[in-house]
């Protein structure tokens, strides 16, 4: 199993979901946060005092996976959340030791 | 045609007969006289009662919740509800000490500078209007007025030391600040036989129709000091403080607006044509300021600001508050024009050279537009808007320069200058008094904290619950 980390732009949301629904992958977590990578932050100015603001607020999409379907999500995934700008995020993966349904016990691929 | 001819006679014997009937019944005609005059003047008691009533309401909502939503909004989160507070109490506040002494110290008849005792615990303010002040309205509603003007004062004042001030010592410095600055202040300004009153026997006639001075100048001097004396907030310049909530302030920007029509147009006293003509110029700077900023700011900056544009017409509303009921609409637009610019640049540009950290701007807002705002009523006040001034004679007297009376802005100098140096001078010895009695400043534990959670055990926003 793996986990995929997804930090997106906010407004491409939507399209992931609509996306990850299409390909069967029916569970995931969603967390809005902040951060930046490459993408400069930009500048507020209140009564003029200037405030430089680079934590920018991204969503993190987090879901875990079946191993043979890491490609095929990856790619969906890249795919919906590209505006092709600066700023549209990474994709991490991560593996993952087990998993448990808490409601029945099930445990590995089958509690996903 | 013909129906006129058969009812003339009619109406002529009719007169005829009523005449008789008042010559053979004198005592009948004095009653019915004294009848027509008692009811005259209680249709005028009625409506002038009925405006004045819904503004003190207006101005009581300029503070709760105009100011605290307006105010609110622009500190960082974890401070909205105890800058709120700052406002919020002094509804409570400022009501019981007003209630005490505070109507008698500003309204009683005392020397040039304060009242007397005679009204302590309101003794004698009752239905019966009070003739100096307001012939057309019961006492109390003039009291419960001018207690609304005293709660929103020091509440303006609150703006220079959010974020950083004991909630207990805000209590202290305020109770101390209304009682040494405020009552004197509107006592030489409204009271009867005060130092700068014109209209009711004052020796420096200076013209203040609904507080530049008294409310405006007073605070915004008053706040600055407190701004300079309790030192920047932790982290001034180096971290972050944006307004956490824009949205707020707007909000709260616009009820200002709404409630200040009570503020200005209901210091008319009356509801003829004095409100109307103050309730215009109110509009009117208010809505030249918001431009007059907006436009500064899109040039200096290259983008207009929507704080840019609530802060131009609560700076305008600021500068037409003295003039308002002395000047015409046309007036009112260059005061409220000159009045967005000149606040803009002292609050982006000489704030920032200067370096005090005056929050949220209460000074550059207040202090700076009720000064300008002063000056230039001496300049446009007209006795076309405003002939309560009459010679001997019955001719109206000139007011300000427009009138061919340059001498008005020397007189509005010295009241303004006067309201900066008892601004100044009380407000230090007040905060130098809560400063020996309970300590200005929060921990700097708690000041990270954030005094919701530091001085209330509350948090604004639980996102959670």
Same mark, same amino acid.
């Given at each position: 199993? #793996?986990?995929?980390?997804?930090?997106?732009?906010?407004?491409?949301?939507?399209?992931?979901?609509?996306?990850?629904?299409?390909?069967?992958?029916?569970?995931?977590?969603?967390?809005?946060?902040?951060?930046?990578?490459?993408?400069?932050?930009?500048?507020?100015?209140?009564?003029?005092?200037?405030?430089?603001?680079?934590?920018?607020?991204?969503? #993190?999409?987090?879901?875990?996976?079946?191993?043979?379907?890491?490609?095929?999500?990856?790619?969906?995934?890249?795919?919906?959340?590209?505006?092709?700008?600066?700023?549209?995020?990474?994709?991490?993966?991560?593996?993952?030791?087990?998993?448990?349904?808490?409601?029945?016990?099930?445990?590995?691929?089958?509690?996903? | 045609?013909?129906?006129?001819?058969?009812?003339?006679?009619?109406?002529?014997?009719?007169?005829?007969?009523?005449?008789?009937?008042?010559?053979?019944?004198?005592?009948? %005609?004095?009653?019915?006289?004294?009848? %027509?005059?008692?009811?005259?003047?209680?249709?005028?008691?009625?409506?002038?009662?009925?405006?004045?009533?819904?503004?003190?309401?207006?101005?009581?909502?300029?503070?709760?919740?105009?100011?605290?939503?307006?105010?609110?909004?622009?500190?960082?989160?974890?401070?909205?509800?105890?800058?709120?507070?700052?406002?919020?109490?002094?509804?409570?506040?400022?009501?019981?000490?007003?209630?005490?002494?505070?109507?008698?110290?500003?309204?009683?008849?005392?020397?040039?500078?304060?009242?007397?005792?005679?009204?302590?615990?309101?003794?004698?303010?009752?239905?019966?209007?009070?003739?100096?002040?307001?012939?057309?309205?019961?006492?109390?509603?003039?009291?419960?007025?001018?207690?609304?003007?005293?709660?929103?004062?020091?509440?303006?004042?609150?703006?220079?030391?959010?974020?950083?001030? #004991?909630?207990?010592?805000?209590?202290?410095?305020?109770?101390?600040?209304?009682?040494?600055?405020?009552?004197?202040?509107?006592?030489?300004?409204?009271?009867?036989?005060?130092?700068?009153?014109?209209?009711?026997?004052?020796?420096?006639?200076?013209?203040?129709?609904?507080?530049?001075?008294?409310?405006?100048?007073?605070?915004?001097?008053?706040?600055?000091?407190?701004?300079?004396?309790?030192?920047?907030?932790?982290?001034?310049?180096?971290?972050?403080?944006?307004?956490?909530?824009?949205?707020?302030?707007?909000?709260?920007?616009?009820?200002?607006?709404?409630?200040?029509?009570?503020?200005?147009?209901?210091?008319?006293?009356?509801?003829?044509? %004095?409100?109307?003509?103050?309730?215009?110029?109110?509009?009117?700077?208010?809505?030249?300021?918001?431009?007059?900023?907006?436009?500064?700011?899109?040039?200096?900056?290259?983008?207009?600001?929507?704080? *840019?544009?609530?802060?131009?017409?609560?700076?305008?509303?600021?500068?037409?508050?003295?003039?308002?009921?002395?000047?015409?609409?046309?007036?009112?637009?260059?005061?409220?024009?000159?009045?967005?610019?000149?606040?803009?640049?002292?609050?982006?540009?000489? #704030?920032?050279?200067?370096?005090?950290?005056?929050?949220?701007?209460?000074?550059?807002?207040?202090?700076?537009?009720?000064?300008?705002?002063?000056?230039?009523?001496?300049?446009?006040?007209?006795?076309?808007?405003?002939?309560?001034?009459?010679?001997?004679?019955?001719?109206?007297?000139?007011?300000?320069?427009?009138?061919?009376?340059?001498?008005?802005? @020397?007189?509005?100098?010295?009241?303004? *200058?006067?309201?900066?140096?008892?601004?100044?001078?009380?407000?230090?010895?007040? %905060?130098?008094?809560?400063?020996?009695?309970?300590? @200005?400043?929060?921990?700097?534990?708690?000041?990270?904290?954030?005094?919701?959670?530091?001085?209330?055990?509350?948090?604004?926003?639980?996102?959670?619950?």
């Amino acid at each position: 199993m #793996k986990k995929i980390e997804a930090i997106i732009q906010p407004f491409k949301l939507e399209e992931v979901k609509e996306a990850m629904k299409g390909i069967g992958i029916d569970g995931m977590t969603i967390i809005e946060v902040r951060g930046h990578g490459r993408q400069k932050g930009h500048k507020e100015v209140y009564r003029g005092q200037e405030y430089e603001v680079d934590l920018l607020p991204k969503v #993190k999409v987090e879901m875990v996976i079946a191993d043979a379907r890491v490609d095929e999500v990856v790619s969906t995934l890249a795919k919906a959340a590209r505006s092709g700008k600066i700023g549209d995020g990474k994709i991490f993966i991560l593996a993952v030791e087990d998993a448990i349904r808490i409601r029945n016990d099930d445990r590995g691929e089958a509690a996903l | 045609m013909k129906a006129m001819k058969t009812f003339q006679p009619a109406a002529l014997s009719l007169l005829l007969l009523q005449g008789l009937a008042y010559a053979q019944a004198p005592v009948d %005609l004095n009653k019915k006289v004294a009848d %027509l005059e008692a009811a005259v003047k209680s249709a005028q008691t009625s409506g002038d009662n009925a405006w004045m009533l819904a503004s003190c309401a207006l101005v009581l909502l300029m503070t709760g919740p105009g100011l605290a939503l307006f105010y609110g909004g622009l500190v960082r989160r974890k401070n909205v509800l105890s800058t709120m507070m700052h406002s919020f109490i002094l509804m409570a506040l400022a009501t019981v000490i007003w209630a005490v002494y505070g109507y008698s110290m500003a309204f009683g008849e005392g020397n040039a500078f304060f009242g007397g005792t005679q009204y302590l615990f309101l003794k004698g303010v009752g239905i019966e209007p009070n003739g100096d002040y307001a012939a057309t309205i019961p006492h109390q509603t003039f009291m419960v007025f001018q207690l609304m003007f005293a709660i929103i004062t020091p509440a303006l004042i609150s703006g220079a030391y959010a974020e950083r001030i #004991k909630f207990s010592a805000m209590v202290v410095y305020t109770t101390l600040w209304m009682t040494i600055v405020y009552f004197p202040m509107a006592h030489m300004v409204w009271g009867k036989g005060g130092l700068l009153n014109a209209f009711l026997g004052g020796t420096i006639p200076s013209f203040d129709f609904a507080g530049g001075t008294v409310v405006h100048i007073t605070s915004g001097v008053s706040a600055l000091v407190a701004a300079i004396y309790l030192k920047p907030r932790l982290g001034y310049m180096q971290e972050p403080m944006r307004p956490h909530s824009l949205v707020l302030s707007v909000i709260g920007a616009g009820l200002l607006w709404f409630g200040w029509f009570g503020f200005n147009a209901g210091s008319a006293l009356s509801a003829g044509g %004095l409100a109307t003509s103050a309730f215009v110029a109110t509009h009117f700077g208010a809505a030249a300021a918001m431009i007059g900023w907006v436009l500064a700011e899109w040039m200096k900056n290259g983008k207009p600001s929507v704080l *840019g544009a609530i802060s131009g017409c609560v700076a305008g509303l600021v500068a037409i508050t003295p003039a308002s009921g002395f000047v015409t609409p046309m007036s009112a637009l260059l005061i409220g024009f000159a009045a967005g610019i000149f606040c803009f640049v002292m609050v982006t540009i000489v #704030k920032m050279k200067l370096g005090y950290d005056d929050s949220l701007d209460a000074f550059g807002v207040h202090g700076a537009g009720g000064t300008l705002g002063a000056i230039l009523t001496g300049v446009f006040a007209t006795n076309l808007v405003n002939n309560a001034l009459k010679d001997p004679s019955g001719n109206p007297l000139p007011l300000g320069l427009v009138d061919g009376n340059p001498g008005q802005i @020397l007189n509005q100098a010295i009241g303004a *200058g006067i309201a900066i140096a008892l601004g100044a001078v009380g407000s230090f010895v007040c %905060l130098k008094i809560a400063d020996l009695v309970c300590g @200005l400043r929060v921990t700097e534990d708690q000041e990270v904290e954030g005094l919701d959670l530091a001085m209330h055990g509350e948090e604004g926003y639980n996102l959670e619950s």
